[in-house]
């Protein structure tokens, strides 16, 4: 899902939101998810649970690794070689938030190999 935080009041966010964030279940990974949750919790939503940061995942696997952002990590990891997905405007953010989901899902699926 993409919330555009600028249309969604912090009340809503929370009564729509909050069970999914909140379910022990249901798997929360991403990459560099400490900036996420500081957002969220500014809202007023806790996520109390991550199950994974790919970012985080690839500083345990390797830790004198260079390559951090998202790009580096899709490329280097997963062979991609598409445009730089780390300095998007919002629309391209839009645009291109599947494609980056399934780079997030493919790097979380690696290094939980």
């Given at each position: 899902?993409?919330?555009n935080?600028?249309?969604?009041?912090?009340k809503?966010?929370?009564?729509?939101f909050?069970?999914?964030?909140?379910?022990?279940?249901?798997?929360?990974?991403?990459?560099?998810?400490?900036?996420?949750?500081?957002?969220?919790?500014?809202?007023?939503?806790?996520?109390?649970?991550?199950d994974?940061?790919?970012?985080?995942?690839?500083?345990?696997?390797?830790s004198?690794?260079?390559?951090?952002?998202?790009?580096?990590?899709?490329?280097?990891?997963?062979?991609?070689?598409g445009?730089d997905?780390?300095?998007?405007?919002?629309?391209?953010?839009?645009e291109?938030a599947?494609q980056?989901?399934?780079?997030?899902?493919?790097?979380?699926?690696?290094?939980?190999?």
């Open positions: 899902y993409v919330i935080l600028e249309e969604v009041s912090s809503h966010l929370a009564d729509k909050f069970e999914v964030f909140t379910d022990k279940k249901v798997k929360k990974f991403g990459y560099d998810i400490k900036s996420t949750i500081k957002v969220l919790f500014n809202l007023g939503l806790d996520i109390s649970q991550v994974h940061d790919v970012l985080v995942g690839a500083f345990l696997i390797n004198v690794r260079r390559e951090q952002t998202l790009t580096d990590l899709a490329r280097t990891d997963l062979g991609y070689d445009p997905l780390d300095n998007l405007s919002p629309d391209e953010f839009l291109r599947g980056i989901s399934s780079i997030i899902r493919a790097l979380y699926d690696l290094q939980a190999e």
